[in-house]
Structures are given as structure tokens and as C-alpha cells.
């Protein structure tokens, strides 16, 4: 059993940043991979972009690729995504996920545990 807390979101203006931080709680944490998905207002919820536990392996969605960073510490149980140069269209709930899924999880029933979200609005 995971259990997951996001933190970090907030209200910034466009070409701000922000570091979202997801705590995990759970002895198998290192065993998941974990992912960042997003839900903007009144559209379904999309991929971000994922983590592997041991190698570290990244995967983003082409929309945040080059402005988006995801790590992980295991030994604090905690994933992070820096968002630098922020657009009003990355405005959105964004939910932390854990995913057993042993190949490349993009979608969201390749996830196992999610967290309850942080709301981030970017403005113009």
C-alpha cells in the first residue's frame, strides 16, 4: 500500500516557476515507478511525465519536454517536478502517481496509487 501527498502548487505568472513535491509514505516506494499527471479545467486528465525507481528512466509528454524536470529522492520516499517557464495552459489540478506497470506507464490505468492533487494556475 502507497500513500501519496502532493504539495507545492500555487497561483504564478506566466514564465514563473514552480517545484511540486509529492511525499509518499509506504515501504515499497522505491519499488514504483512514479508519475506526474495533470487535469486542466473542464478536459480529462493527461500524462506528464514518469520516473523508473532504480535506473532513474524519464519519460515526458512532448508539452512540457525541455520546461519540465522530474526527480526523486528514495531515501526521503519523495518525487519533485520543477516547472520552469509556466504557460497559462499548463494551469491544472496535477496529481502524483504510483505505477507497478513494468513498461513505459502513460496511461492512467497503469497506475496504482494516486495522490489528491495540487492546483496549479498560471496567468497570463
Known amino acids: 500500500q502507497v500513500q501519496l501527498v502532493e504539495s507545492g502548487g500555487g497561483l504564478v505568472q506566466a514564465g514563473d516557476s514552480l517545484r511540486l513535491s509529492c511525499a509518499a509514505s509506504?515501504?515499497?516506494?522505491?519499488?514504483?515507478?512514479m508519475g506526474w499527471f495533470r487535469q486542466p479545467p473542464g478536459k480529462e486528465r493527461e500524462f506528464v511525465v514518469f520516473?523508473?525507481?532504480?535506473?532513474?528512466?524519464?519519460y515526458y509528454a512532448d508539452s512540457v519536454e525541455g520546461r519540465f524536470t522530474i526527480s526523486r529522492d528514495n531515501a526521503k520516499n519523495t518525487v519533485y517536478l520543477q516547472m520552469d517557464s509556466l504557460e497559462p495552459e499548463d494551469t491544472a489540478v496535477y496529481y502524483c502517481?504510483?505505477?507497478?506497470?513494468?513498461?513505459?506507464?502513460?496511461?492512467?490505468?497503469?497506475?496504482?496509487?494516486w495522490g489528491q492533487g495540487t492546483q496549479v494556475t498560471v496567468s497570463s
Open positions: 502517481a504510483a505505477s507497478s506497470f513494468t513498461g513505459t506507464p502513460t496511461r492512467k490505468y497503469q497506475y496504482d496509487y
Open positions: 509506504g515501504r515499497t516506494f522505491r519499488s514504483y515507478t
Open positions: 520516473i523508473t525507481w532504480s535506473r532513474g528512466r524519464t
